[in-house]
């Protein structure tokens, strides 16, 4: 088998395994067997199982990341260099819930893949998640165009929040389905993509919340009571 061959047919095997079985219960032996090769072709070309990880990862990461921002550009190309803060949302979160929720996506090994990365919080994963944050940094400069007057603290916060929300509708979907029995409609993806964009875009415009007013000693007595202690 050819050396690209050889390292196409681990990662391929390694996704599918990975997505089957999650991180922590495969083997390189289990991956050697399942891709016909030998212990010594996985170390020569990946050194280790975490760096096998990590290029899976990345690969698949790259591809969602492509599309975020393909999709910001058009979307500010069309506002004439500046983008509303929903479709600034949409380009966000849409690539990774089209990629990993519906019917026609969901079960494929590359999405079942991500769906593990997200669940299981492995090294190399944390420390890519952790380190590559430069095509975030677009999104929050689009968001800084949008909303001029707003603190860049809340535009971090949103754009996280917004991520979060994503993440953990894909993470935690049959926790909603059984929650919701069924009501909620895991499988219109468009409309999951919606409701995200809109509670993010809420969070982002609702303005200042005010302030609780002081709580008033309650004295009973002469005495304070136990709500001042």
Not at 122 to 140: G, Q, Y
Not at 173 to 185: I, Q, V
Not at 194 to 223: E, I, N, Q, Y
């Amino acid at each position: 088998m050819a050396s690209d061959q050889t390292r196409s047919a681990i990662l391929a095997a390694a996704e599918r395994l990975y997505a089957d079985r999650g991180f922590g219960d495969v083997t390189l032996r289990d991956i050697v067997a399942e891709a016909n090769v030998n212990l010594a072709a996985v170390n020569y070309h990946f050194g280790s199982k975490d760096e096998l990880i990590a290029e899976l990862f990345v690969t698949r990461s790259i591809q969602t990341n492509r599309e975020r921002l393909n999709e910001l550009k058009a979307a500010e190309e069309s506002g004439g260099g500046r983008a509303s803060i929903e479709d600034i949302m949409r380009a966000l979160v849409g690539p990774t819930l089209r990629g990993c929720l519906g019917p026609d996506r969901e079960g494929s090994t590359a999405a079942r893949f991500m769906i593990r990365a997200s669940i299981e919080s492995v090294p190399p994963i944390r420390r890519i998640k952790n380190r590559e944050v430069d095509h975030l940094r677009k999104f929050a400069a689009a968001m800084r165009r949008a909303m001029p007057g707003r603190d860049d603290t809340e535009l971090y916060w949103g754009l996280h929040f917004a991520l979060a929300m994503a993440h953990h509708t894909i993470r935690e979907k049959e926790r909603l389905l059984r929650l919701s029995e069924g009501k909620c409609d895991l499988d219109d993806v468009r409309a999951i993509i919606d409701r995200v964009v809109t509670v993010s875009v809420m969070a982002l415009t609702m303005g200042d919340l005010p302030s609780k007013p002081a709580l008033r000693p309650v004295v009973v007595h002469g005495r304070l009571t136990r709500q001042d202690l």
